[in-house]
């Protein structure tokens, strides 16, 4: 298991995020999805599986629980993103986009991106003044806390 205290944050970030089902228990939360019944029949994933992988998303702070009851049923959870689970937008669109691009679906993209204002969306690196940065231009640049052993 990778601790906190890994350096890499990659290795952090895949500690919960590195499983498949994890990623597409996101994607369906970010759709609406709440619910233990509706993530196992949008997804055919075995419920030992989903348990499992809700664990490791609500304690990394990606979803939080909140308590439901039906009328007549005892009471449930259902499974809400945090604001850091909503960060995730964002690299589930690269990763969308990098799919549609790179390892594309005969009959088109099953999901585009849209603006609130009807503008189709792409994901892209943006300096600090807004202006958006090529990828040939785009440096990972070693800090002070880079390990050097």
């Known amino acids: 298991m990778v601790s906190?205290?890994?350096?890499?944050?990659?290795?952090?970030?895949?500690?919960?995020?590195?499983?498949?089902?994890?990623?597409?228990?996101?994607?369906?939360?970010?759709?609406?999805?709440?619910?233990?019944?509706?993530?196992?029949?949008?997804?055919?994933?075995?419920?030992?599986?989903?348990?499992?992988?809700?664990?490791?998303?609500?304690?990394?702070?990606v979803l939080e629980r909140r308590p439901y009851r039906m009328e007549g049923q005892r009471v449930r959870e259902e499974y809400h993103l945090t604001p850091s689970g909503r960060e995730l937008t964002v690299m589930l669109g690269a990763l969308m986009q990098w799919g549609d691009a790179h390892r594309p679906y005969a009959p088109g993209p099953t999901v585009e991106r849209w603006s609130a204002d009807g503008r189709p969306l792409r994901v892209a690196f943006v300096d600090d003044e807004?202006?958006?940065?090529?990828?040939?231009?785009?440096?990972?640049?070693?800090?002070?806390?880079?390990?050097?052993a």
């Open 4 to 61: 906190m205290e890994t350096p890499c944050a990659i290795a952090r970030s895949l500690e919960v995020l590195g499983e498949r089902w994890t990623l597409l228990v996101v994607r369906e939360a970010l759709s609406g999805t709440s619910r233990f019944a509706d993530f196992r029949r949008a997804l055919g994933i075995a419920p030992d599986i989903l348990t499992s992988r809700l664990k490791v998303l609500v304690d990394a702070g």
């Open 130 to 148: 807004g202006h958006e940065v090529p990828l040939h231009d785009v440096r990972f640049q070693r800090t002070p806390a880079y390990p050097t």
